[in-house]
């Protein structure tokens, strides 16, 4: 899967350009980009993972 959104990160924040995404949505993405093996392209943090790091409860991003 590739995603053709473009982001740029600075003192503001993060900034999606053209992204419907919402921030709940968007924070899970840059969680699995940082846990992400560019080797053989797979990615696995747990669901407890992913909630401790944006803050949210399972039930939200699953």
Request: overall charge positive; proline content about 2%; charged content about 20%.
């Amino acid at each position: 899967m590739i995603f053709s959104h473009k982001w740029s990160v600075d003192q503001k924040g993060i900034e999606f350009k053209g992204s419907i995404l919402s921030q709940s949505a968007r924070f899970v993405h840059l969680c699995l980009c940082k846990h992400g093996d560019n080797t053989n392209q797979t990615c696995f943090p747990s669901l407890n993972r992913i909630a401790q790091i944006v803050g949210k409860h399972q039930i939200y991003i699953k």
